[in-house]
């Protein structure tokens, strides 16, 4: 069945990428001819083929970006295909035609995952509209996932792979507020390499970066996986432990000490101390801190009291 050709036909793809890749399936040569053509007058390329095997294996060996098939197919009817596509890992949009269209038909095709579902006969521009609209919500699911993509990047501290400061400032912000709403309780332990910058001088910058991406590595393995690990500046981490209470504090820091003790270091033995330590302070919301800066304080001086101890150790916070 020929669909109609009206006087105008839309001529430009808008917003959508006319570099896309299109197959035509049909096994009636002038519908396929047609769709073909009004495909191209709307200023994009697309192959053909005449049946539903042919189209799966091509698109096996060479994903497209957008299918536009008839329903009734030799071998493989039309959703059919549809559902083989769907469960295959090529994410290949499809929009469907028939010339034996029902309600039920529409449904399970857009169920089975089509995009759209076009009855014969139809216009050009209907043909036309169709594909740039699937194209165009094509890049817009593409940019989105650009965007999910490098806003995670912009969290992720490029050299040991865990979060960063930015991300631990949000994330300190959001759970102080979830805490005070739900009446829980968190603990943060800041973590500090000892004699860092000694490491650094006698074994050069490039042993101290594998040594804070080790670290930090060994930061994550040591916590839950809602726990919250991020790198906090130079050789300096924050850990924030949702739910946990001060009871949990010296636990939590003897898991992330332990993890560390059982490792070696390149290069640590040219340390004041022979091996790369830590010290860690710990504090608790709201226990000792009414706001996430209050909480932040409280574990620096935690921190600077372990430095001040000897390094190598931890301690909890007490306002006294």
């Known amino acids: 069945m020929r669909p109609e050709r009206a006087q105008a036909s839309v001529k430009n793809p808008h917003e959508s990428d006319k570099s896309a890749r299109i197959l035509v399936v049909d096994d009636d040569l002038m519908v396929r001819e047609v769709v073909l053509e009004s495909i191209r007058e709307a200023g994009y390329q697309a192959e053909i083929c005449g049946n539903g095997n042919e189209a799966l294996a091509r698109n096996a060996a060479n994903p497209y970006d957008l299918i536009v098939t008839d329903m009734k197919l030799p071998g493989m009817d039309g959703l059919s295909l549809i559902r083989h596509l769907k469960q295959g890992a090529a994410d290949t949009d499809v929009i469907v035609i028939t010339g034996y269209g029902s309600i039920e038909n529409a449904v399970e095709c857009m169920k089975a995952g089509a995009l759209e579902y076009l009855i014969k006969p139809f216009t050009v521009e ?22 999910e993509f490098y806003m995670e990047l912009s969290y992720v501290d490029a050299l040991t ?20 709403r739900q009446g829980s309780s968190m603990v943060l332990l800041m973590i500090d390499i000892d004699d860092f910058k000694i490491y650094n001088d006698r074994n050069g910058h490039q042993k101290g970066d594998e040594a804070l991406a080790r670290i930090g590595r060994i930061l994550k393995a040591a916590c839950r996986s809602y726990d919250m690990v991020t790198r906090y500046g130079g050789e300096e981490f924050a850990l924030l432990f949702p739910g946990a209470d001060k009871s949990h504090a010296m636990e939590l820091s003897a898991r992330v000490m332990n993890g560390l003790k059982d490792a070696n270091f390149d290069g640590e033995e040219l340390l004041p101390s022979g091996e790369l330590t830590v010290s860690v302070g710990a504090a608790c919301f709201p226990e000792d801190a009414a706001t996430a800066q209050d909480l932040i304080r409280c574990a620096d001086e ?10 190598n150790s931890v301690k909890v916070y007490n306002a006294d």
Request: proline share 0%; charged share 40%.
């Open 126 to 147: 209907q043909i036309q509209v169709a594909v740039r609209k699937s194209l165009e919500l094509r890049e817009l699911r593409r940019r989105a996932r650009e965007r």
């Open 161 to 180: 792979g865990i979060h960063n400061r930015r991300f631990f400032d949000e994330a300190l912000d959001r759970e102080t507020h979830k805490a005070q």
């Open 302 to 311: 935690a921190l600077y009291a372990a430095k001040k101890a000897g390094k």
